[in-house]
């Protein structure tokens, strides 16, 4: 079993930045496929924000772009999300998801959230 570790979340100003952290542990040896944050408010779809593929290209929401940067560290399995020029439009719990290879198996974890509030 892997666990997924989110760290960074808080209360922010409009304008203001943040950084995000999501680190991967497991007892066993693992391999990660994917890493990425999506975000979730009430009442509306889970929303990807921005990921690593297995190249290692980035992805982003187009409503992030040139605010939010997607980074990682491989030797200990983190990825970060720093997100800069916050509007309280982000204001949402933010999910680090991971697909990960244990042994054979190809599986989707997911971390516990962190909330991220942009308000005055």
């Known amino acids: 079993q892997v666990q997924l570790v989110e760290s960074g979340g808080g209360l922010v100003q409009p304008g203001g930045s943040l950084r995000l952290s999501c680190a991967a542990a497991s007892g066993s040896n693992f391999d990660i496929n994917a890493m990425g944050w999506y975000r979730q408010v009430p009442g509306k779809q889970r929303e990807l924000v921005a990921s690593f593929t297995i190249s290692g290209s980035r992805n982003y929401a187009d409503s992030v772009k040139g605010r939010f940067t997607i980074t990682r560290n491989n030797a200990k399995n983190t990825v970060y999300l720093q997100m800069s020029s916050l509007k309280p439009e982000d204001t949402a719990v933010y999910l680090c998801?991971?697909?990960?290879?244990?042994?054979?198996?190809?599986?989707?974890?997911w971390g516990q959230g962190t909330q991220v509030t942009v308000s005055t």
């Open positions: 998801n991971a697909r990960i290879w244990v042994g054979l198996y190809l599986n989707d974890y």
